[in-house]
């Protein structure tokens, strides 16, 4: 019989009489049912947030880290049950989704050791005057469908940690694995301080429009990113948006081919391309172009798409339906321009399960759709230079700046070429590495604010400067 999940709120597990239906991609099959909640149970779970507050607060800074690394404890030991979970709603292999798990709970307990000192302005005869970080109070917590347990964990861990409380909610589209970690933590945290609860898309701008909301950190499409953003605006909400990216990677002469090829072939079809920070355009220079783009061609050759939940799969299927149509639109569209593909492209949109082929570009012209806009599937182009200066005005001319790569043996001018990129992270010789403790966040329309490190935490909570005057006369 397929479980009926339920949501957390003020230390409960609660039904509702709706429920909405979760699909696993690799088949289309109803693997869950969760609430979904409107209004009332939000306000419900905001009071309880507001409650809890009070308390949480003011708990000693080592007792909140104790929660949230009792948390990690919790979804590591749960670990097993929760990576197949995972990959029955989102799609990715079941390697990837333990990766995620793991990852997880690691950026919880990573996190829960950061601090935000008092710092001293001044310190002379006449006063002293120290800034203190305080919580901003109730945050809500939105999240998408592409890792939907790290999303979630990285949004819960600093808000506690710097004091607040708050009310999270999943995608619709996969909220499963979050809601069995809320019966697991159920006992773990006071009651109202992580309130977990499902709905539909509507619910979203109802907790972007909550009067009793004080933050908003969001994770999702730079379109949603801009609703929340208005909607936060009514009563100036603090907010933090992780939105879409189109990251250029790009491969100067000296790298080598062999070594390269299989790394850059990874770092865009991990995930089946649903990745923020996925490598969504690859910029090859043209003495090793041909070269290259064979040996990623060769990589593809092995890499089995397929049911994630079966051994040998490299790229699961697209999370749903809606992506799945966006990704074929785009695919047909370089079909109908004449583009030619190096290998994938033909999708059977009779089948069950939304599967796209691994989809390789050969050097599509720059105002293509399929590299002008975030693919955010298993579809990558691949495009010749000539010059770095060419290369690095053809990797800005982007609305996003989430992340980019420079793949080089000579790492200074890697380095000198990451500094002219309008990206919130450039890796050099590598991809997709993000630190809990360096701040990770959009430039231009990529996201406003960050997240991780002390600037991340710091975006949880107000300054407060207070001064005391040495020789007041009082
Ligand atoms: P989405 O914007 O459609 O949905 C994200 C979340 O917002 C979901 O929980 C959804 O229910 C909710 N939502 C939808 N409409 C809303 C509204 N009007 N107000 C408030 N909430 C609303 O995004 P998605 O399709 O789930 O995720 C894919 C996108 O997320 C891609 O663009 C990807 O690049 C981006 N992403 C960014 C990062 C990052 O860290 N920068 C990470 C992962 C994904």
């Known amino acids: 019989m397929t479980k009926t999940y339920q949501n957390l709120i003020g230390g409960e597990l609660v039904s509702t009489a709706d429920t909405m239906e979760v699909l696993n991609p690799a088949n289309e099959e109803v693997i869950g049912l969760v609430p979904s909640c409107g209004k009332d149970e939000l306000d419900r779970a905001v009071a309880a947030a507001r ?12 007792d909140r880290r104790a929660v949230i690394q009792a948390m990690a404890g919790a979804i590591k030991e749960n670990a097993d049950e929760l990576f197949r979970l995972l990959t029955s709603e989102q799609g990715k292999p079941h390697d990837q989704a333990k990766g995620e798990i793991y990852g997880a709970a690691g950026m919880m307990s990573a996190q829960s050791t950061l601090s935000l000192d008092d710092e001293i ?33 990285q949004k819960i861990a600093p808000a506690l940690l710097s004091g607040c409380t708050i009310v999270l909610k999943p995608s619709p589209f996969t909220p499963l694995a979050t809601l069995r970690i809320a019966e697991l933590i159920k006992d773990i945290a006071p009651a109202g301080v992580v309130n977990i609860i499902t709905g539909e898309d509507t619910l979203g701008p109802l907790i972007t429009e909550h009067p009793d909301i004080d933050k908003i950190t969001f994770t999702g499409s730079t379109a949603t990113g801009k609703k929340i953003m208005e909607g936060a605006s009514k009563d100036l909400k603090r907010i933090t948006l992780e939105l879409g990216g189109n990251d250029a990677s790009i491969v100067l002469p000296d790298a080598d081919v062999q070594k390269v090829a299989e790394q850059l072939f990874w770092s865009s079809f991990s995930n089946a391309g649903q990745i923020c920070v996925a490598a969504k355009r690859i910029y090859i220079h043209e003495d090793i172009y041909d070269e290259l783009s064979a040996a990623i061609a060769e990589v593809a050759k092995n890499v089995v798409v397929g049911d994630g939940a079966q051994q040998g799969t490299g790229v699961g299927p697209i999370q749903n339906k809606k992506q799945f149509d966006r990704v074929c639109e785009l695919i047909q569209d370089a079909k109908d321009n004449g583009y030619k593909f190096l290998t994938g492209g033909n999708v059977d949109p009779s089948g069950t399960g939304y599967y796209v082929p691994i989809t390789i570009m050969d050097n599509p012209p720059e105002d293509a759709r399929i590299v002008a806009e975030e693919q955010f599937g298993p579809v990558m182009p691949l495009m010749k230079f000539s010059t770095t200066d060419e290369v690095i005005e053809r990797a800005n001319n982007s609305e996003y700046g989430l992340a980019g790569a420079v793949w080089t043996k000579d790492t200074d001018k890697g380095v000198e070429i990451a500094e002219q990129l309008e990206t ?21 329309q990529s996201g406003f604010g960050a997240e991780y490190g002390k600037e991340g935490l710091s975006e949880f909570t107000y300054p407060q400067v207070i001064t005391i005057k040495k020789d007041a006369a009082v």
Do not use: Y
Not at 53 to 58: A, H, I, N
């Open 424 to 444: 919130g992270t450039v890796w050099i010789n590598e991809f997709l590495h993000l630190s809990p403790f360096a701040p990770f966040g959009g430039h231009k």
């Open 51 to 62: 409650t809890a507050f009070k308390t949480w607060s003011k708990t000693p800074i080592d």
């Open 121 to 153: 302005n001044e310190d002379s005869d006449q006063r002293l005057s120290r800034t203190r970080r305080v919580p901003v109070g109730v945050v809500g917590g939105i999240v998408p469908w592409n890792f939907p347990v790290m999303m979630a964990m």
